[in-house]
């Protein structure tokens, strides 16, 4: 058996606002998704909607909000060990009710995921309550044949007011990585940390337990 996150999405928000775990054979739920057999569900979303809530609820025996219509699933991630609230998937949420500054997500302008999410977001900077910046990076890149191709970068970023100086650094630090590569430092883990509003602590644990364990494989 399998554990299973279940989460269902605000329709204001599009982020969770109440989770469920539940057991179930991997193999009947990737069945149920869709996926082939021995498909590996680790690193896999899915999207459902109220039919196929329901056809997961009868399949694997769990009980369902009655008001739910839209829920994500998936499978537990090591993320959620980190000892602090992680701020990934509850940007808005936690930026309407303040306690989040700033939030930026990246995209190549040809992904639904990225105009569904800047949805979620337009309303509120429609009413001025949330700031909205956009840096576009494009450069030439070989391609296998021996051509180039247009590789195009999109960040969308969004600060409380009162927060905008976050977009002139954040666009600072993109451009300096953009035209003068070099690898990602724990310096710049550290500072990206404390823009998106992580306090010093839990920037530190962050880089001892998550950052330096990573590079040093």
Known sequence: MAVF???FLSPETDC??????FEAEAEKVALLMGMERGFDLDHVYFRLDR???????????????????????????????????????????LMLEGRKPFAFFCGDGE??????????FAPHVASGRIQRDVLE???????????????????????????????????????????????????????????????EEQCDWWIVNRFRKRHAR
């Open 16 to 21: 969770p606002y109440h989770e469920m775990r």
């Open 5 to 7: 996150v279940l989460s």
């Open 111 to 120: 992904n639904a995921w990225f105009d569904d999410l800047q949805r979620t």
């Open 137 to 199: 990076l494009t450069q030439m890149c070989p391609t296998t044949s021996g051509g180039q191709r247009e590789l195009r970068t999109i960040y969308v970023a969004y600060a409380l007011n009162g927060e905008e100086w976050r977009f002139d650094r954040f666009r600072q630090a993109r451009l300096e990585l953009f035209h003068e590569w070099r690898p990602w430092t724990e310096a710049d883990e550290r500072e990206e940390g404390l823009l998106l509003g992580y306090s």
């Open 51 to 93: 039919s196929d809530l329901l056809q997961l609820a009868s399949a694997c025996a769990i009980a369902l909000p009655d008001t739910v219509d839209e829920a994500e699933l998936r499978r537990p991630h090591s993320i959620e060990s980190v000892p602090y609230l992680v701020h990934t998937g509850y940007e808005l949420p």
